[in-house]
């Protein structure tokens, strides 16, 4: 087996298997990269060896267990990050099951080990009042200022994810009834989320004061920055804690100090769950895979409502809630990848 089979087949993997085969998403490949190239320096620090000499040997059980506890110790990765890191080794091996099958027995190791049991932390959200209050800071006389009152407003109202969010295009918006926003949501799936009708004024305006209502602007992004490009992560939760922080400075009862993008979805569901809604269409609206997932806020409402009743000594019983050859630098390639579309 030549040294280069490793870098050969992660080529492969990424070029081809991943996004043709298997349908992956760009965020998911983005995931995976970065996965392995962690997973490189791990194998310089700890074994020197070099990327362009790792062979699929080296992809073993001691050194993936070894790379797994090193994002840990030495990157400081949380069990989350772990998980996905592992998940992205796994992905590769069973694809190496098929292409390089002499080392079945090592990857079926490999493929035994454990996840990281996560404790999940108490659901941190805002209540009705602090998602108001928010939502009144921006101002929507200005463009920049609308904007932000309708990245916060659609957040809320649909529950989606940020990195649903920045992927909005302007014809992924129907401001006729019924109003509809479709989402591209993770695994490369698409789904169709209503938008409250209060909101469509205010879109409509967004819309017109940036000319996204003219002629060839459809497909463009529905969410820009200040440079007039597409909003990353970063930019989203930038918006989102200016806002968090002038809120708390009125009233930091309302909105939880580490507020961020993603209890913007949790305060979504929560408030759902308050109102009623049932669980099925929670979980389709968040695009959650399984309704498991979504049990996790009602069992969070359950919980608090008994906590407000023991505290006020109420003693009754609550009913439960329901191309290799041109670049043989291996960590570059892989690096380069994310300026590229695949």
């Known amino acids: 087996m030549k040294n280069t089979d ?108 454990p996840v990281k049991k996560i404790l999940r932390p108490e659901i941190s959200y805002a209540k009705t009042d602090g998602i108001k209050l928010m939502m009144n800071l921006p101002d929507a006389t200005s463009a920049m200022g609308l904007r932000d009152y309708v990245i916060l407003a659609i957040l809320y109202t649909t529950g989606i994810r940020v990195s649903e969010l920045i992927s909005i295009k302007v014809k992924d ?29 205010s879109i409509n305006r967004y819309l017109d004061v940036l000319g996204y209502n003219r002629p060839g602007r459809e497909n463009e992004w529905l969410l820009k920055n200040h440079m007039k490009k597409q909003f990353t992560r970063q930019g989203i939760n930038y918006i989102v804690s200016k806002y968090t922080l002038l809120a708390r400075s009125q009233n930091p009862g309302l909105v939880p100090k580490d507020f961020s993008p993603h209890k913007i979805r949790h305060s979504s569901a929560m408030g759902l769950v308050d109102a009623g ?66």
């Open 277 to 342: 809604v049932d669980l099925i269409y929670i979980r389709d609206l968040l695009g959650h895979v399984s309704v498991k997932t979504t049990e996790v806020y009602a069992k969070t409402n359950a919980q608090l409502k008994r906590k407000a009743i023991e505290a006020a000594g109420n003693e009754i019983i609550l009913d439960e809630l329901p191309e290799w050859e041109s670049n043989t630098d291996l960590k570059s390639w892989l690096k380069s990848l994310g300026t590229r579309k695949i």
């Open 173 to 201: 918006l129907s401001l006729y009834e019924p109003e509809t926003l479709l989402v591209h949501g993770k695994g490369n799936k698409y789904r169709y989320v209503p938008l409250m009708k209060y909101l469509i004024p």
């Open 6 to 113: 490793f870098a050969f087949c992660l080529n492969k993997f990424f070029v081809r298997y991943l996004p043709s085969v298997k349908g992956s998403s760009p965020s998911t490949i983005d995931s995976y990269r970065y996965s392995f190239i962690n997973f490189l320096e791990y194998l310089q620090e700890t074994s020197k060896i070099k990327a362009n000499k790792i062979k699929i040997s080296d992809l073993s059980y001691e050194n993936v267990c070894g790379y797994l506890d090193w994002l840990e110790e030495c990157k400081h990765n949380g069990p989350n990050t772990r998980n996905q890191r592992q998940a992205a080794i796994n992905s590769f091996v069973r694809f190496l099951m098929m292409e390089q099958p002499e080392y079945m027995n090592e990857y079926q190791r490999v493929l035994a080990i």
